[in-house]
């Protein structure tokens, strides 16, 4: 507190000081009288008293006497408590107010609380003894400082001398101002100059200051004269600081005229800042000039203070644009850089992929359909990628337009968790919606915008939620002035920072831009949702935990909604070609190749060339499989993605080369922008291919590569086979249209007499066995549905014909699917008459199926003896379960491709 004091007033409050201490210095010698001590002597004055009196009447006995004049005593002495008379062997014989409870009887000396007096009855003979008790003089803590009168009088004489003192000084300093020691005529030269100027002691004392320098550190000039140069707030400001208020370390020996009186030639201004406030400062340059006497003793220093406040500022402006500038830049450069990995990824399937199928590389139906599933899912994904930029192009502009129409929100929310109940369902995740409250049934907005705000956060949400789910709240907000629409998509995911929630939805930008390619994406989509919301007459906000979860809020307009009615819907209430011939594969020498990418499409791709190339290889998907496969099994060369997950390309690379190995590594990497090149040499790479991947380009590279360590061997490679597939078979389903079989079917199917053979490929070991599985059984099968129909049980006959309707289907036999598809609606209508004679043509068929254990009957040998039937291992039934594991061991490759026939379905073995 002291160093914010003028000297006049420290000198004051010195001074008071010293009475201060003069006075309680006499009350400690007891030149001042005491009060407690004169309170005390009345009161054994009074006790001697009563003592006199109440002596004649012990002795005449008359207690009652004395009862009466203690009675008196205390009730005309407002001081006095209580009273009586103990007799020597300690009984209480008179007794006067609470005496009993008040008295404490361990005390053996009077105190300001209780006085006794002992009483004789004659001259050495002790009868009892007098007891009084009084208010306490002395009153506890602050109380008795404040009410002590030596205290109060002490403390009036302290600020009356403080004041008096100050207020001598004032006059006393008014007759020997410092000011005076300058002449007038060098006094108005120095209050006229522009810069402030100040003239101090050899104690860094000012003598003389202009107003041009008090106005700039906010004083007048009488408060700076005799103050201390050294204790205005000063802070040091370099040459190439960016922010004004960023307040260097300084230490008093860095201010110029320290170093100065210290002998420092200063040949240059220093920069130095002076706190006004807390938010207003001044910036100076400073300049000293050190004045001395004859025999070099210091006398004095002018010291000059140029105020470059608003030079500092502009500076400071121009190197914020400086940096706005930069960090455009970097954005645009990040912005290039990121696109162009965006791009070229699922570029690299479609290209790919492509060339795959013009070439005529692969011919397995459900390969191609799988390829195809592939190209139209990675155009889909540059098709969205494209449209957010769009979407960016017009908001940034200022050309985004949006309606206001009547519009059904929680439906919209429906439409988006059935959009993405796919990706949902494909990670084990579940979606939900939850209402939590009453919510306008419409509202008037733009459907088409809030869907693509919440298929933006919902589909963040999945894609950065690896278990638990995600929910979509609504609740309408009338805190405010107007009420606002809310969603809320809450997640269960990996949950967000606080630095990462700051810049979540600026473009471009990412939570963690360091987890490499591990969930991917552009960084619009917030933005865009941001954008959006905002457009909607809302706004969107974020609350987040890390490793918890995520919790985004939107809220949007809602018009007029004061006639709307209000609901609460649950979830179960949303409604929710050319033909090119280019040449094939080259056949490469047997190469050991080592692939590593985190794409599954990108190791597909890869692995279809190589397959057909004639290399064996082993996949990896990020960097650490890489090394640790590396470091177990020899490998002629490596292709190598750079950006992958746990561990990147540049990392594995370069571990690779620091345990000595010298094998080729092949940089396969989406990043094609100027320096990724160098990027992968310097990190160890001995190649560098871009993607989307160049068939010809990889092979000619390999070919080479093989060239360089000798290797000539060729793998034999056989062409596969080509797939029997049974053109035009239409898919067995349990719909009624496709149940049914017309007549002339029926007749083609029972006009031919040739074996009946399945469509699926026998070539594969696991599809012989799903078939010989089915035909062992099939003759029991259908025994165990002529039984059900001769004994008119029509729901057994229903379920046993449904049964082998399904599996027969999926075990590519579709004429006894057909036929067993009529038994079975025979058997829904009731109709057993018509059943029989089918289940007659049923048995037909079956002895003409088949298996992949038999050779296929002549035409003549079946018609002639019908009775044949194929060998058997069991000659029961299958059960439902039976005929259920078979269907669920072909549909394995249907849930790969829904769109295959069931007879085709099958020609990719299930994985």
């Known amino acids: 507190m002291l160093p914010k004091l003028s000297t006049r007033a420290r ?5 008071s000081m010293i009475v201060v201490s003069v006075m309680l210095m006499a009350l400690a010698i007891g030149i001042l009288p005491d009060h407690q001590m004169t309170v005390m002597k009345g009161r054994c004055a009074l006790s001697e008293s009563l003592a006199l009196q109440t002596r004649p009447l012990i002795l005449q006995r008359e207690l009652q006497q004395m009862q009466r004049l ?18 020597s062997d300690g009984e209480l014989v008179v007794s006067v107010g609470e005496h009993q409870q008040l008295w404490n009887r361990n005390l053996t000396q009077n105190d300001d609380r209780q006085v006794y007096v002992p009483l004789h009855t004659g001259q050495d003979e002790q009868w009892g003894q007098l007891e009084l008790t009084f208010q306490p003089v002395r009153q506890a803590g602050i109380a008795a400082l404040v009410s002590h009168p030596h205290y109060q009088l002490v403390a009036v004489v302290g600020v009356l ?32 100059m522009a810069d402030g100027v100040l003239l101090v002691n050899k104690d860094q004392r000012i003598i003389l200051a202009n107003e041009s320098f008090a106005g700039s550190v906010g004083r007048s000039v009488d408060e700076l004269i005799g103050k201390r140069l050294n204790q205005l707030p000063w802070f040091l400001v370099h040459e190439n600081e960016d922010s004004l208020d960023l307040e260097a370390e300084l230490d008093e020996q860095q201010l110029p005229w320290v170093r100065a009186i210290a002998g420092e030639e200063i040949n240059q201004s220093i920069v130095l800042g002076c706190r006004i406030s807390d938010h207003i400062q001044s910036i100076f340059t400073v300049g000293c000039s050190v004045f001395r006497d004859e025999g070099d003793q210091l006398r004095g220093m002018l010291i000059s203070f140029s105020n470059v406040t608003e030079l500092e500022q502009t500076k400071r402006e121009l190197s914020l644009a400086k940096e706005h500038a930069e960090s455009a830049n970097q954005a645009k450069s990040s912005f290039l850089a990121n696109m162009s990995h965006e791009i070229r990824t699922p570029m690299n399937a479609v290209l790919g992929f492509t060339d795959i199928l013009r070439r005529g590389i692969e011919s397995e139906p459900t390969k191609q359909q799988k390829y195809l599933n592939t190209i139209h899912a990675s155009g889909s994904h540059l098709l969205s990628l494209i449209n957010d930029i769009l979407d960016l192009s017009k908001v940034e502009a200022g050309r985004m337009e949006v309606e206001s129409i009547e519009c059904h929100p929680h439906t919209i929310v429906g439409d988006v968790l059935q959009v993405l109940s796919a990706p949902a369902k494909k990670k084990n995740l579940k979606l939900g919606f939850e209402c939590l409250g009453p919510i306008p049934a419409t509202i008037h907005s733009d459907p088409s915008r809030i869907r693509q705000v919440l298929l933006n956060l919902t589909g963040n949400a999945i894609k950065f939620t690896s278990e638990g789910g995600v929910t979509i709240q609504v609740q309408l907000d009338e805190t405010g002035p107007h009420p606002l629409y809310e969603f809320r998509v809450k997640d269960t995911g990996i949950g967000l920072s606080d630095s990462a929630m700051q810049k979540i939805f600026d473009p471009f930008s990412q939570a963690d831009s360091s987890t490499t390619r591990k969930f991917g994406g552009t960084g619009l989509g917030l933005s865009i949702s941001k954008r959006f919301s905002e457009a909607l007459g809302g706004d969107i906000r974020v609350e987040s935990e890390i490793g918890v979860g995520s919790t985004f ?20 209430d949303l409604d929710m070609n050319h033909d090119h011939a280019d040449a094939g594969i080259e056949h490469l020498p047997a190469l050991n190749l080592l692939v590593v990418d985190d794409g599954e499409e990108n190791r597909d791709l890869i692995s279809v060339i190589l397959e057909q190339a004639g290399v064996d290889f082993v996949t990896a998907v990020n960097g650490q499989e890489a090394v640790d496969l590396a470091s177990q099994q020899s490998f002629d060369a490596i292709l190598m993605d750079m950006q992958m997950p746990v561990m990147d390309g540049y990392t594995a690379a370069s571990t690779l080369r620091k345990a000595g190995m010298t094998l080729p590594i092949v940089a396969l990497t989406a990043h094609a922008m100027q320096g990724d090149a160098d990027k992968c040499f310097e990190a160890g790479c001995s190649h560098f291919l871009t993607k989307p991947i160049d068939i010809d380009r990889l092979l000619g590279l390999l070919s080479e590569i093989a060239a360089e360590l000798g ?78 129909c001769r004994g008119q049980d029509a729901e057994s006959l229903r379920s046993l014909a449904h049964g082998l309707k399904g599996t027969s289907a999926n075990c590519g036999f579709m004429p006894v699917s057909k036929v067993v ?12 008459e018509s059943a029989e004679s089918l289940i007659r043509d049923l048995k037909t068929l079956a002895s003409r199926v088949v298996g ?45 491709n829904p769109a295959i026939d069931p007879a085709d379905a099958a020609e ?4």
Request: proline share 7%.
């Open 11 to 15: 000198l004051s409050f010195g001074l």
């Open 70 to 87: 203690l009675e008196a005593i205390t009730n005309r002495n407002d001081d006095v408590l209580s009273a009586g008379l103990r007799r």
């Open 161 to 192: 001398s403080c004041l008096l003192f100050n207020g001598y000084l004032w006059l006393m300093l008014r007759q020997v101002d410092a000011k005076n020691v300058a002449p007038e005529r060098v006094r108005e030269a120095y209050s006229k």
């Open 553 to 572: 809020i939107v809220r949007v307009a809602v018009g007029d909604i004061q006639s709307v009615d209000r609901i609460e819907p649950t979830l179960d």
């Open 711 to 788: 290797i000539t061997r060729r793998k034999e490679i056989v062409p596969p086979a080509e797939p029997a597939v049974a053109q035009g078979t239409p898919v067995a389903t349990d719909s009624e249209s496709q149940v049914q079989t017309k007549a002339a079917d029926h007749n083609d199917i029972m006009a031919s007499t040739g074996p009946i053979e399945t469509t699926l490929p026998m070539a594969n070991p696991k599809f012989q066995g799903i078939v010989r599985k089915f035909t062992d059984r099939l003759n029991a099968s259908v025994d165990a549905i002529e039984q059900a």
């Open 821 to 832: 598809a009529q038994v079975e609606q025979c058997a829904k209508d009731s109709d057993i």
């Open 852 to 896: 992949p254990d038999a050779p296929a009957p002549e035409a003549s040998s079946v018609k002639a003896t019908p009775a044949r039937k194929t060998p058997t291992r069991s000659r029961r039934a299958m059960t439902e379960e039976e005929m259920m594991s078979l269907d669920l061991s072909l549909d394995v490759t249907k849930r790969k």
């Open 908 to 911: 990719t073995p299930p994985r």
